[in-house]
């Protein structure tokens, strides 16, 4: 089913979701440090989800491949753990030298959105900093081609260039980015690779959760029994980056970063 374009106010009420989404990852990331638990960086976005009056839209959302509703507000995903780690099921606590990525859907004055971003925590390898960057870099190179008369595959075809041109990284293609606004997942899906020109047109008020997922190793990923967790099938660190952007008359409107 093709996805209903938001009107402008839903857009305003995006907007405002974004923005407490931006900010709770803004206090999270910079409180990451060695002895940092999954779960209490778990429980602080529950509690900044509360004092903001918003909710949580990953705590009991339930995907076919899982078997129970996800049970947490936020997704912790250490080192090789591509996405979707479970703070109850995998409690990690931070090292020095991991990377952290932290995922979270806020829902708020019934919009919702979805975003990420991957942390360095001390003294991380200069070719995993190296690969966070070039996956926060492929991020913005898929956001500049959210516009409107735009497809799809122009989005894609930019991530997948930029990452090429900086490395042999692996650009996982079992995942991919979606649309978001009334539910977690709408449609269309927005792969991280794609030929220019093709694909789902991209229509004023349309929006999308664009996700570049990039391994430093192979793309080849496994999937844990509890249906959620997600890891490099050869064990090299991956890096997530996702943002919500409005399709608009005017070029891609960012609602999840604070300007």
């Given at each position: 089913?093709?996805?209903?374009?938001?009107?402008?106010?839903?857009?305003?009420?995006?907007?405002?979701?974004?923005?407490?989404?931006?900010?709770?990852?803004?206090?999270?990331?910079?409180?990451?440090?060695?002895?940092?638990?999954?779960?209490?960086?778990?429980e602080r976005a529950a509690d900044m989800l509360s004092v903001r009056g918003a909710v949580a839209a990953f705590k009991g959302y339930q995907p076919s491949s899982a078997h129970s509703p996800f049970p947490n507000s936020l997704c912790v995903s250490r080192n090789a753990t591509v996405v979707?780690?479970?703070?109850?099921?995998?409690?990690?606590?931070?090292?020095?030298?991991?990377?952290?990525?932290l995922d979270i859907g806020v829902a708020y004055e019934g919009m919702i959105v979805d975003t990420a971003r991957t942390f360095c925590v001390g003294a991380v390898p200069g070719e995993v900093r190296e690969l966070v960057a070039v996956t926060e870099g492929a991020l913005l190179e898929g956001i500049a081609e959210a516009r409107a008369g735009n497809r799809v595959g122009d989005i894609g075809a930019a991530i997948e260039e930029y990452v090429y041109e900086h490395g042999d990284y692996g650009i996982i293609?079992?995942?991919?980015?979606?649309?978001?606004?009334?539910?977690?997942?709408?449609?269309?899906?927005?792969?991280?690779?794609?030929?220019?020109?093709?694909?789902?047109?991209?229509?004023?008020?349309m929006v999308v959760a664009i996700e570049p997922m990039i391994n430093l190793g192979k793309r080849d990923v496994v999937f844990d029994p509890d249906g959620y967790t997600v890891r490099t099938k050869d064990g090299t660190p991956s890096a997530h980056f996702e943002d919500t952007v409005v399709i608009t008359e005017d070029g891609p409107l960012n609602v999840t970063r604070l300007r």
């Open positions: 089913m093709q996805q209903r374009p938001k009107s402008a106010e839903e857009v305003e009420r995006l907007t405002r979701a974004g923005a407490i989404a931006a900010e709770i990852l803004d206090e999270l990331g910079a409180s990451i440090e060695p002895g940092v638990s999954a779960l209490s960086l778990d979707h780690g479970v703070p109850d099921f995998h409690n990690e606590v931070v090292q020095d030298g991991d990377i952290i990525t293609d079992v995942l991919c980015g979606h649309g978001v606004g009334h539910a977690v997942h709408e449609e269309p899906q927005v792969p991280n690779f794609g030929r220019p020109g093709t694909g789902v047109k991209l229509l004023p008020g």
